[in-house]
């Protein structure tokens, strides 16, 4: 099979590779579609501590079973993977919480991931795709929409309140804009681009352009300030985001990482204001299962900037770092 194999740090290569073998209590699936994604563009820059190499890249993914070593799957079930493999044994596993499991192995990291026709997972990773979620859908939501949907119950968001979203065209943050709009939150959507924000004032109640935001968001709220942030675009935004908070506002922080670069954390805003600082590190199969029954209902329409072939990865990739895009970009893997 056809596979983005990294065979050192920072260097990869589509090649030809044996098909996985399964053992007990995993699962072998058909690939239809994976999607990119900036922790990709880490692996692959070697950033991850437990990179092991070769190894395939790709954590985003929704595939069929087409042979089955575990009785809760079946061929011919639709199914999306973790980005994680948790043992589901341990005491972390067992309380629900698969997201902490310290005994996970990692997708594109030190396990064999999904840019490939075919994949091995363990069915401890695996999660049933309703028959009314597409596959186009399905694929955004390990990754995407169940980090967003996890990352508000954290929060402990309740309908009607107000949600900021950074970087509203990203791939994460146009999906994050529906999500939360889906949940009942009035979204307001931050963007760079004056180009972007039509398209983005379809889905949000606002969009405010340009870095500095806070003062738009304090305005849009009687001087208040938002209840929730969402931060899909990291250090650049991270100020103004806490500065848009009201006192016992919560941040959410989803992206991006830089591990080149260091931040200066303004304590001043957290403790004067009371905030709540949530990290996401990966959802767990409960979010990911909850998230797939909400998207049944069509509240979210899966936004994809473009759609490449496999063997295109390098201009898929190319694509992804340089292009003025909107949404996500995907790999049709058969
Ligand atoms: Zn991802
Ligand atoms: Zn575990």
Do not use: W
């Not at 403790?271 to 199969?285: A, E, T, Y």
């Amino acid at each position: 099979m056809k596979a983005v194999v990294v065979y050192e740090k920072g260097r990869f290569e589509v090649r030809d590779v044996p098909l996985p073998r399964i053992s007990d209590g995993d699962v072998l699936i058909r690939i239809n579609y994976a999607a990119l994604c900036y922790r990709d563009l880490l692996q692959l820059a070697g950033y991850y501590p437990r990179m092991r190499y070769p190894v395939i890249l790709g954590h985003e993914a929704v595939g069929v079973v087409v042979e089955s070593r575990d009785p809760r799957f079946r061929p011919g079930d639709r199914v999306v993977p973790l980005l994680h493999e948790p043992d589901g044994t341990c005491e972390f596993c067992l309380r629900g919480l698969d997201a902490y499991c310290p005994n996970a192995g990692s997708y594109g990291e030190n396990l064999d991931g999904f840019f490939a026709e075919y994949a091995r997972v363990s069915a401890n990773a695996l999660v049933k795709v309703p028959n009314n979620v597409p596959d186009e859908l399905a694929v955004l939501t390990p990754c995407v929409l169940a980090m967003v949907y996890k990352g508000l119950k954290r929060a402990g968001f309740t309908r009607g309140e107000t949600v900021v979203v950074t970087g509203a065209s990203g791939g994460v943050g146009i999906h994050a804009v529906q999500l939360a709009k889906a949940l009942g939150a009035r979204v307001i959507a931050v963007t760079r681009s004056e180009e972007k924000a039509g398209f983005i004032r379809k889905f949000a109640d606002e969009v405010i352009v340009g870095s500095r935001f806070s003062d738009s968001v304090k305005s849009l709220t009687d001087g208040v300030g938002a209840d929730v942030v969402i931060e899909t675009v990291g250090t650049p935004t991270l100020n103004e985001s806490l500065k848009s908070l009201r006192t016992g506002g919560r941040a959410i922080i989803i992206g991006n990482v830089n591990p080149d670069e260091s931040y200066q954390l303004r304590l001043g805003y957290i403790i004067m204001k009371d905030l709540l600082i949530i990290g996401n590190v990966r959802s767990n199969k409960s979010d990911v299962a909850e998230t797939l029954k909400l998207l049944g209902s069509g509240v979210v329409k899966p936004i994809i900037a473009a759609t490449y072939p496999l063997d295109k990865f390098s201009e898929a990739l190319e694509f992804m770092r340089n292009s003025s895009r909107i949404g996500k970009v995907l790999l049709k893997t058969q």
